[in-house]
């Protein structure tokens, strides 16, 4: 079965390199424009795979991943930051939040992919 | 007796003002201008990449046809496999290249937001306007100095805490990957 990915960035141009990244592999990839609409678009479909960026407008990664913590559903979900953020303060952050890597900005998609497949299996 | 040139600082403050507000609104549009280009750019760049890659992708399913077919000779076969590779790696350049946009806008964002900071700043030059007794001359300024100092210091500081600097990258090399 098909994995789903739900990615969340705020820059088009960037959401859509992660998208091809990603279909190329073979997996089913939803967008999101922000926090808040990825936190609803997780709600309408229980996703694989997390990626999201963390600053963004009217909710940033780190609080998208607070809230999908306390649903019952992404509680094992893995979750992936993918952020121009390279301070170890921010890594930490990200961690107690509930993330399960850091990802620096720019990716290889090659290497991105690795790592989903090492995550989620292909 | 020679007096405070009250007046005088007052034109000279309001004056400051003026022309660094109307600088300031220059650079304001020419960074609003550039990010819309870039974005402009970043755009057609990204559709062509996709058409460009949605004819490369027939082009290969073709070449596989002809291949099961056995219209290809094995040197054929192993040139087009190498074309192939070479186009993938490619491929995966553009794809860490087109994130330039998404660095360098969050950097001209970040400069906006700067530059209205300092126009909100330069406004407190021109907006002590009430007028100064005579006989307290001096205390008066004393205190219009001192308070417009101290207004300078806290919205310098209140906009450096709001502008914390996500990008630090200096190049496009990828970065560092950590799973927890």
Do not use: C
């Not at chain 1, 963390?54 to 991943?65: E, V, W």
């Not at chain 2, 094995?74 to 192939?84: K, L, N, S, T």
């Not at chain 2, 207004?151 to 450096?160: E, I, P, R, T, Y």
């Amino acid at each position: 079965m098909t994995k789903t990915i739900l990615t969340v960035d705020d820059s088009g141009s960037l959401r859509q390199m992660v998208a091809f990244s990603l279909k190329a592999a073979g997996y089913d990839v939803i967008q999101a424009v922000d926090g808040q609409d990825g936190l609803n678009k997780a709600k309408e479909k229980t996703v694989d795979l997390v990626l999201t960026d963390q600053n963004m407008p009217i909710m940033d990664g780190l609080t998208l991943i607070g809230n999908l913590r306390n649903l019952a559903s992404y509680q094992k979900v893995p979750i992936l930051m993918l952020t121009t953020e390279s301070s170890d303060e921010m890594k930490a952050k990200g961690k107690a939040a509930g993330a399960n890597g850091w990802l620096v900005k720019p990716f290889d998609p090659k290497r991105l992919i690795e790592v989903v497949q090492k995550v989620i299996g292909a | 007796m020679n007096t405070l040139p009250i007046e005088e600082l007052r034109a000279l403050l309001a004056a400051v003002s003026k022309h660094g507000d109307w600088h300031l609104l220059e650079i304001e549009t020419d960074l609003q201008q550039t990010m819309f280009l870039l974005n402009e750019a970043i755009e057609k760049l990204s559709a062509s990449f996709m058409q460009v890659h949605q004819e490369l992708s027939a082009q290969q399913a073709e070449l596989k046809q002809l291949q099961q077919a056995g219209r290809l000779q094995a040197e054929e076969e192993a040139r087009f496999a190498a074309y192939q590779t070479r186009i993938g790696h490619e491929v995966d350049r553009v794809i860490t290249g087109m994130q330039f946009q998404d660095m360098t806008n969050q950097l001209l964002q970040r400069t906006v937001n700067r530059v209205n900071g300092l126009k909100a700043l330069l406004q407190e030059l021109s907006s002590h306007q009430a007028p100064m007794l005579a006989e307290d001359e001096y205390e008066e300024i004393k205190r219009f100095i001192m308070q417009l100092n101290q207004q300078f210091h806290q919205g310098s500081q209140h906009l450096s805490g709001h502008l914390r600097k996500a990008v630090n990258q200096q190049d496009l090399a990828t970065g560092d990957i950590d799973l927890f």
